[in-house]
Nanobody, 120 residues
């Protein structure tokens, strides 16, 4: 069973930092794009940052300059370094990965979510 295991969420004061990690495990074959999404109560899930296997990144305007996404392909792990956190960053953060299967198909994987709460 392929799954994404997230860690690193927690409670932090405004201006603080957190680092989220997400590791894929199981019969992976190959992980392509990876990303972080977040969802606050009453709001739609939104893309925070994404990264291709080659390292090309994209960020939501709200986090650009404060967050950094990176990955370690050897470990099938994606990270999100979050600096200068604001109360509006409070949300459940979800890891996403696109997996290429041995049979040539692709699967979309989601983590369980990790809560980030930023106090003012």
């Amino acid at each position: 069973q392929v799954q994404l295991v997230e860690s690193g969420g927690g409670l932090v004061q405004a201006g603080g930092s957190l680092r989220l990690s997400c590791a894929a495990s199981g019969s992976i074959f190959r992980i392509n794009d990876m990303a972080w999404y977040r969802q606050a109560p009453g709001k739609q899930r939104e893309l925070v940052a994404g990264i291709t296997r080659s390292g090309t990144t994209n960020y939501a305007d709200a986090v650009r300059g404060r967050f950094t996404i990176s990955r370690d392909n050897a470990k099938n792990t994606v990270y999100l370094q979050m600096n200068s956190l604001k109360p509006e960053d409070t949300a459940a953060y979800y890891c996403y990965a696109e997996r290429s299967r041995f049979d040539g198909g692709t699967s979309r994987l989601w983590g369980q979510g990790t809560q980030v709460t930023v106090s003012s």
